[in-house]
């Protein structure tokens, strides 16, 4: 099993960066597909984007697509998520995850049935 923990999030202006890290446990971060999710207020939670096992490949969801990055550093067990050009509708809780389905699989699963979950980190933008 793995276990995750985020950092990073914080309160920035509209236009904004902020760099999130997710470090994992154990000797099997390789073995997972890993990704971001969010949640913010009165909101359903969302998919936010998602790195193969060996970070070749990556996969976005359309409002996020040209301003955010996802990458990791298995030497390092931790998943990054870099945020540019944030908006206030970015603002929200955001969860980093573990899972052994592909990278559609974890577009598509709504954070359902996933290997594992970080306890989360707010983002907030302020506009």
């Known amino acids: 099993q793995v276990q995750l923990e985020e950092s990073g999030g914080g309160l920035v202006q509209a236009g904004g960066s902020l760099t999130l890290s997710c470090a994992a446990s154990g000797r099997t971060f390789f073995m997972f597909t890993m990704g971001w999710f969010r949640k913010a207020p009165g909101k359903e939670r969302e998919f936010v984007a998602a790195i193969s096992r060996s970070g070749g490949s990556t996969y976005y969801t359309d409002t996020v697509k040209g301003r955010f990055t996802i990458s990791r550093d298995n030497a390092k067990n931790t998943v990054y998520l870099q945020m540019n050009s944030l908006k206030p509708e970015d603002t929200a809780i955001y969860y980093c995850?573990?899972?052994?389905?592909?990278?559609?699989?974890?577009?598509?699963?709504?954070?359902?049935?996933?290997?594992?979950w970080g306890q989360g980190t707010v983002v907030t933008v302020s506009s």
């Open positions: 995850v573990a899972d052994k389905r592909d990278l559609t699989g974890v577009a598509l699963s709504g954070g359902n049935a996933t290997d594992a």
